[in-house]
């Protein structure tokens, strides 16, 4: 049974850093695409990094140079730094995989993690 257990999230003024953790229970971090979506309240889910089998990483245009996405393989745990966050970056933060950002497109997601950015 895959689960995916998010930590990390908070709240914070703008400009401010945060760092997310994912441990994945029953999937193997490396097997496929894994990252990172977000919904905020009244808008739809939307991919915001994703990282692949080989460590290569994709963001979506508002989150380059802002975020980071990273995994560590020994504890099969994927990670988002999150740094200068605006309140617009105000969501709920998840961890999925088999991600595909654009179109969104995923296979098992977390309960997710809640990030307040205030202004």
Known sequence: QVQL?????GSVQAG???????VVYGYDVTRDDMGWIRQAPGRNREGVAVIDSDGSTGYLPSMMGRFTISKDVA????????NSLKPEDTAMYYCATD?????LWFRYQGRGTQVTVSS
């Open 99 to 103: 991600l595909r950002l654009d179109p």
């Open 75 to 82: 504890k099969n745990t994927l990670y988002l730094q999150m």
């Open 16 to 22: 401010g850093s945060l760092r997310l953790s994912c």
């Open 5 to 9: 257990v998010e930590s990390g999230g």
